[in-house]
């Protein structure tokens, strides 16, 4: 069997000497390993850095057999992103989170969709961080676990929204949920409405989707969340001070 597609590099671990098993992420196979011969070359490896996009060609005996990948760069996003550490920590934080979440050989365009589109805020805008968190609310509703916050769960407006409940992933306004407040996350004004957003939003942004992605995506398999966006976290945690230390947790 054999099969072409286009994909982004999500990981790449060493297999025997030479080799690497890549999974890519691809816009018609899904998540989908194969092994790649010589692949531990300087080349090769420059070549497969999480993010980059390639074209791939994939052979096997039978369906689920790992199989072979034969890959060609399109285009180098990880290189053009290595002096501005943030933006890479964001980007290698969003491939681990799809290789741990995303069923493997599950078609899933619109995850597929959703990540070329954070890659391209990435590459150039200046709202990246806010397309990041919007990025992990996306890939959550991929899975089935879409957060509602048009409308506040208790009042049905959607005025003054403040916070979510860890239980529903619905919003809540200020008032109706003031009593709570001390169990309920809080939701950042750029996650309902056209706003702008400070470091603090963003670090209120990932409370949110890293409560759910843990919760109801990742502990249910026996995973946690990917170091990688902890890492990504210390980044974050740098540009909103010592005022939100504490605040990210799954």
């Not at 002096?83 to 980007?91: G, S």
Request: glycine content about 10%; hydrophobic content about 45%.
């Amino acid at each position: 069997m054999d099969w072409r597609d286009t994909g982004f590099v999500l990981a790449a671990r060493r297999h025997g000497e030479t080799a690497l098993i890549v999974e890519l992420l691809t816009a018609a196979h899904g998540r989908h390993a194969g092994l790649v011969r010589g692949g531990q070359s300087p080349k090769r490896r420059a070549l497969l850095q999480p993010g980059n996009r390639v074209a791939a060609s994939w052979r096997g005996r039978l369906a689920e057999h790992l199989g072979t990948f034969e890959v060609e760069l399109l285009r180098p996003h990880a290189a053009g992103l290595i002096d501005d550490p943030d933006r890479l920590a964001a980007l290698s934080s969003a491939a681990a989170l799809i290789a741990l979440a995303l069923p493997e050989r599950e078609p899933h365009g619109d995850v597929y969709q959703g990540f070329s589109e954070l890659i391209e805020a990435l590459d150039s805008a200046p709202t990246w961080p806010q397309h990041y968190v919007v990025w992990e609310c996306v890939l959550l509703a991929a899975l089935g676990f879409g957060l509602d916050l048009t409308c506040c769960a208790a009042t049905g407006t959607n005025d003054d929204l403040a916070y979510v409940s860890p239980k529903t992933g619905r919003a809540v306004s200020r008032s109706a949920g003031e009593p709570y407040q001390d169990k309920l996350l809080p939701l950042p004004a750029f996650l309902w409405r056209d706003a702008a957003a400070e470091p603090l939003d963003i670090a209120a942004g990932l409370t949110v989707t890293g409560f759910f992605l843990h919760h109801h995506v990742l502990a249910p398999q026996g995973r946690t969340l990917p170091e990688t966006r902890a890492r990504f976290i210390d980044r974050v945690y740098r540009l909103t001070g010592p005022g939100a230390a504490g605040m990210i947790e799954p």
